[in-house]
């Protein structure tokens, strides 16, 4: 991978995760605002049930802004763009569509029918 491709991921990185946490500011201030007692029982598990959602999604968010900083921590390191497993190099499609993706398109693959192998025992 050269440098303008490196930079170019580095950018994009950045970039989600600004959004991310963007994204997570603004669900923190709509649920301090929304602290509102609903007197009708369906009203509150409504909104109960929205809060957890909501907040659910805003931990895997969470976890993958970690992931975000492993990929910008690879692209320093000048491992970005190469299979954890294998060593190949991991096509620019993949990484244009997963930017996080530790793993080549095959390797991914049998990773997936491993873990499915041994789901089904």
């Not at 609903?38 to 907040?55: M, V, Y």
């Not at 244009?96 to 192998?117: D, F, M």
Request: net charge negative.
């Amino acid at each position: 991978m050269n440098d303008r491709q490196r930079d170019y991921f580095r950018a994009k990185l950045l970039a989600w995760k600004d959004e991310i946490i963007k994204e997570s500011k603004i669900t923190l201030q709509t649920l301090q605002e929304e602290n509102v007692n609903h007197p009708d029982l369906a009203d509150r598990a409504s909104s109960e049930t929205d809060r957890a959602i909501e907040l659910r999604a805003r931990d895997r968010q969470r976890k993958l802004i970690s992931k975000i900083d492993a990929a910008l921590q690879r692209i320093e390191d000048n491992t970005y763009g190469y299979c954890e497993e294998t060593g190949e190099p991991i096509s620019l499609k993949r990484l244009e569509a997963r930017p996080i993706a530790t793993l080549s398109v095959e390797a991914q693959e049998r990773h997936e029918k491993r873990e499915k192998v041994y789901r089904d025992e």
